[in-house]
């Protein structure tokens, strides 16, 4: 099983998952050129694969489906290869020097469509919106879990961006510790919440729009980003412009206006940035399960934190610095990528273009 | 020129370094799968291409110099795109909501020997320690600038590592700050001293060499272990025995037991894990410029922090998850890793296995 570590020198936690290593040798002689041997017997997501994933924990059925086409718009199903299990008791163990809790926790795959070629920027807005109500749906389910403290969303697009399998697919991860990232933001948001009466993140946007320099798009209800200190060339975080903490409690417009400004984002950079491999991480706030003896997480939570997506297209590499130092390098100041991403025609193709 | 930023709400460092974009397109058609550009007229680090890069800053010359060949053993030469630039001051200057710091720091490479196709784990002892020996006097160098808080010594060996040329080399980058990864580590050292007199790193080699689990390889001077909660397969740290603070300050000797165990790890790594891309990262004191009203990092740090050098091979991908929660996922426990290490023949070679 699973567990989680805590490091007591660089207090950092590692999900220790053997579960994960499929065959020994697959490990030990990595072939990153090769294709992913998952999708050596062709996509297990794609429509008629069906029966090759566990079942089905909740399907988007189509709005209008087609004769002999497929019934299902969005499926979520279990992971494969789950980094963290849905059964047994969270325990936290001292080892002297160090912890390490157990690895209880949920692992999903959110498919985005039955397609396998066309990815977010290729779909309609309202396939868009099925992708983000099964997020939502699952985040409220996923809530009722005492047991887990925060849900973390994310899409990994092409194998530089950490993605095994190509068909277009979304990831949650359940964990029964709240990320030191997510901390750390909750942290701010509170402290500068306690000083001010006011969500950082709502100053964020103030300010922004006031500037004008790094904002790359902007809807009635989403503004689209190019943050001060973007740590990779083309960083964008897109806000929800009225103060909401928690995707979660977002009403089906939000998810319209979400799709909406995403939709016209990802075009943006398939046409600038030839296609390229991306993360997708949504930050919202952790689970209504206050840790014992730390209340103060959720006293204020719905206004001091705001949900947001943060997008990073990984054109430049993680490597020695970056690992060693806690910083980024990036070539490309966030004010011309916004107006590079401002300017851009989001029909071009890259393909075409 | 370069500036740092501050995020404000994420209290993340970015080097926003536009000099490192030579042309826009190379930025915005990128080819991951083809040769750097780096590489297209031939190595510039290789024997006979010395024009190709500015003067020298140091050399270490051969032992025994052939008649015809080569006269040096290891070059350090500027980087040709500096993530930072040598002159001017450092400016310190709060933009509002923002923080940004001038572009002031050093960037150089570490040309390993003038063989282009032997990295460090074909190399002889006797070539490792001239490679260690460049290091250590570069950041004695460097120790001498006040404008510069800390120099980051690293190696990015393969593409997948962020590797832009082939031939063997480290890098360094020196900082006007101490990066926050160091600075984490400084703190819990200093804490650690604080309350029990006693070096958290010493501590560890104590707990471990006791344990023996999660040692891979141990000399007479240096232990390399597979740390506890290790964020990627096979990561190991290696460390010296006998406290000491400061590669800076580390004698002839300790270099000549830093090159032995470093060669026989990279030789396991190599046949176990065939040439997998690595990164390596010295973490070390820094320099002796206390910031400001801050004395307190240099108080004690002759007996609380423990240099060493810490290894990741690069085989599992750094993602939406990793980079949206701050835990990294590894499917390799430890106590595996460092049985396999411990194990290996380190002369298999890697391409006759």
């Not at 489906?65 to 499926?75: H, I, L, T």
């Not at 066309?118 to 009722?144: F, Y």
């Not at 849900?151 to 030191?180: D, V």
Request: net charge negative; glycine share 6%.
């Amino acid at each position: 099983m699973s567990e989680l570590r805590y490091d007591p020198i660089k207090h950092r936690w590692a999900i220790i998952a053997p579960e994960r290593k499929m065959r020994p040798d697959e490990l030990l002689v990595p072939q990153p050129e090769a294709p992913p041997p998952a999708d050596a017997d062709g996509c297990p997501f794609e429509y008629g694969q069906e029966h090759r994933t566990a079942p089905e924990i909740l399907v988007i059925p189509r709005a209008q489906p087609a004769g002999s086409g497929p019934n299902w718009q969005v499926r979520v199903v279990p992971n494969r290869f789950p980094v963290l299990r849905v059964e047994g008791e969270v325990a936290r163990e001292g080892l002297g020097f160090y912890d390490r809790v157990s690895g209880v926790g949920a692992h999903e795959v959110i498919v985005e469509s039955p397609d396998h070629d066309r990815d977010t920027a290729a779909l309609s807005q309202d396939e868009v919106v099925s992708v983000l109500v099964a997020c939502r749906s699952r985040l409220q389910d996923l809530r009722r879990d005492p047991r887990l403290r925060y849900t973390l969303l994310f899409k990994n697009r092409g194998r530089e961006a950490g993605a095994t399998y190509s068909h277009p697919h979304w990831q949650l991860i359940s964990t029964p510790i709240i990320p030191s990232v997510v901390v750390q933001e909750l942290k701010v948001a509170r402290e500068h919440y306690g000083r001010k009466e006011r969500c950082i993140f709502c100053d964020l946007i103030r300010l922004e729009l006031r500037l004008g320099v790094r904002v790359a798009l902007e809807t009635d209800r989403f503004i689209a980003i190019s943050p001060f200190a973007s740590a990779f060339p083309f960083e964008t975080w897109i806000l929800p412009r009225t103060h909401c903490h928690d995707l979660a409690v977002a009403s089906d417009d939000d998810l319209t206006g979400l799709a909406l400004i995403l939709g016209d984002l990802l075009r943006r950079l398939r046409a600038l940035l030839s296609d390229p491999p991306y993360n997708l991480v949504l930050h919202t706030a952790p689970s209504p399960h206050p840790r014992p003896g730390q209340p103060e997480y959720w006293s204020t939570i719905e206004h001091d934190f705001h949900w947001h997506l943060e997008l990073v297209p990984r054109i430049t590499r993680f490597a020695g610095f970056e690992w060693g130092s806690g910083y980024t390098i990036n070539p490309t100041p966030p004010e011309e990528a916004a107006r590079f991403l401002h300017d851009a025609d989001p029909e071009q193709d890259a393909a075409a273009g």
